[in-house]
């Protein structure tokens, strides 16, 4: 069985397709991030608009390079929500077209729900990641911080989230204000190889508390403070050291809540981290160093950040429980409604 996956859901253009071993046979990206550096964000109206222009591009190069017409794919993927409005619906009504012309069936996937499935995806030849459940899975992007604790790939509970701001926008707001281009994370993180993690401390938010919980707010605004109360030794070496100590404070509140989960679900089996944040090498030694007894998985690099594989296979599974449902393109559709 293969599968088109179709995501659109922010400033990228994805499509790939995938079969049911979760093996991903292309994956193209078109990025239109770098339009949006001088911007220091996206602008949901350029980007649907530049995503009308490449969708079909992006569409016909995924199947070249699989060596595959549209007629040989068995399902079509695509993301439903959340996300920019207009992205969505570029990706949906292109989606809902192909299936109307080819005959072929279309499902709507749940963003976060294809990040989910990210880290069981692999590349051609390489080795099988087994789900063994259950699964606890940090799921940490721009939009979201979310712990789940998985007992099998479309059950699960949602033990743990953020208050305020998710894990990326931690990084993107933090890079903003230590003056880093866009997009923060991975700004934030090339920063940080030249820099000290322990000169500077930042509090890290409910650490003796039960909950699994984060916050990052409090952090943001601690860096704005330090900086702004040393705009006279700030030179180069002061802002990699800033952010390496910012980065590591996220980092440590994000493997706190990893911990907090392990202590009260001690039968977990594998420890995931998946979303655009997990690509960040720092957090993933962390996450080594503190829980290496345990099974640890990460979805290759080109995995974390948002991609139509992860799409493709979260729609596979969507299909084989409840065949082609009806869906609807919803900017905020909650993922519990989604896992049972
Ligand atoms: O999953 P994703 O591509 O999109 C959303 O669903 O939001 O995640 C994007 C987020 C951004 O906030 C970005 O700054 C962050 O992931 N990110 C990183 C890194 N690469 C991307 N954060 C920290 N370190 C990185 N290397
Ligand atoms: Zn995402």
Redesign the pocket.
């Known amino acids: 069985m293969k599968v088109l996956g179709i995501e659109t859901s922010?400033d990228e253009t994805s499509a790939a397709i995938v079969d049911e071993h979760a093996v991903v046979h292309s994956l193209v990206i078109a990025s239109s991030q770098e339009d949006f550096s001088s911007a220091g964000g996206v602008i949901p109206e350029d980007a649907a608009r530049k995503q009308i222009v490449c969708m079909m591009p992006v569409i016909e190069q995924c199947l070249n390079q699989a060596n595959m017409k549209l007629s040989e794919t068995d399902l079509i993927a695509v993301t439903a929500g959340p996300g920019l409005f207009g992205s969505l619906l570029v990706g949906t009504t292109c989606a809902r077209t192909l299936s109307s012309v080819s005959g072929i069936p279309v499902t709507g996937v749940h963003?976060t729900l294809g990040?989910l499935f990210s880290s069981s995806l692999r590349w051609k030849g390489d080795d099988i990641t087994q789900m063994n459940f259950p699964v606890l899975t940090l799921s940490v992007?721009?939009?979201h911080t979310d712990i789940w604790l998985r007992t099998s790939p479309l059950e699960g509970d949602l033990i743990g989230g953020t208050r305020d701001d998710a894990a990326?926008?931690a990084?993107?707001k933090g890079a903003k204000i230590l003056g880093l281009p866009y997009?923060?994370?991975?700004s934030?993180?090339r920063a940080s190889k030249d820099g000290d993690s322990h000169r500077f401390t930042f509090p890290v938010p409910f650490k003796h508390d039960d909950e699994i919980c984060f916050s990052f707010s409090g952090l943001k605004t601690s860096l704005k403070y330090l900086i702004r109360d040393n705009t006279d030794t700030m030179d180069k070496q002061w802002i990699c050291d800033a952010a390496a100590s910012y980065q590591h404070a996220i980092n440590a509140h994000l493997c706190d809540g990893i911990r907090k989960a392990i202590e009260s679900h001690p039968e977990v089996r594998q420890i995931h981290t998946v979303?655009?944040?997990s690509?960040?090498e720092a957090l993933r030694s962390m996450i080594h160093e503190r829980f290496g007894d345990r099974e640890i998985v990460f979805p290759d690099m080109k995995f974390c950040?948002?991609n139509a594989a992860m799409i493709a296979i979260a729609g596979l599974h969507l299909y084989e429980k409840n065949g082609a449902k009806e869906f609807v393109t919803s900017t905020s559709e909650p993922l519990s409604k989604v896992l049972s």
């Open positions: 922010c963003h990040h992007s721009g939009g990326g926008e990084y993107d997009p923060g994370g991975p934030v993180s979303g655009g944040v690509a960040n950040t948002d």
